[in-house]
């Protein structure tokens, strides 16, 4: 493969591999904001957060947990393992960044909120570090 088909490639094989991604970062930030609020994160919490059925939820705490993100049992409530609770963290402060720099930029809240959810699984570190040099300004 050239060169020029390789640079043309690349933007996809990224975005593919964040997509990925994006559901483990969903749910590892979402149980830690309802730890956070609630003192602690149930299935159907969680099914509520993103308006899905209890199964789909369950499924894929299955996954995280063989991921090594999330710990849970029957009847217990679910928790973050150290490697979930730092991704959680990494995506959470993604986000901040992501949603300041979008009001900064004189993007209404709402609108604003919902960008950056998507925004956040996609920006690279370099853009991410521009827009904290733009938000010190």
Known sequence: MSNKETDRSEPFSRTR??????????????VQ???????ECRVQELARHFDVSHVTVSRTVG??????????APYKPITL???GQKLAERVKKRH???????????VDKKTAQIDSEG??????????AAMKKFLKR
């Open 17 to 30: 591999a964040q997509h990925a991604n994006e559901m483990a970062e969903d749910y590892v930030e979402a």
């Open 33 to 39: 904001e309802l730890i956070a609020t609630k003192g």
């Open 96 to 106: 901040e960044i992501v949603l300041q720099f979008l009001l900064a930029l004189g």
């Open 119 to 128: 925004i956040e699984h996609h920006v690279s570190e370099k853009t991410l």
């Open 81 to 83: 393992t150290s490697k």
């Open 63 to 72: 996954r995280l947990q063989k991921d090594g993100l999330l710990e849970t």
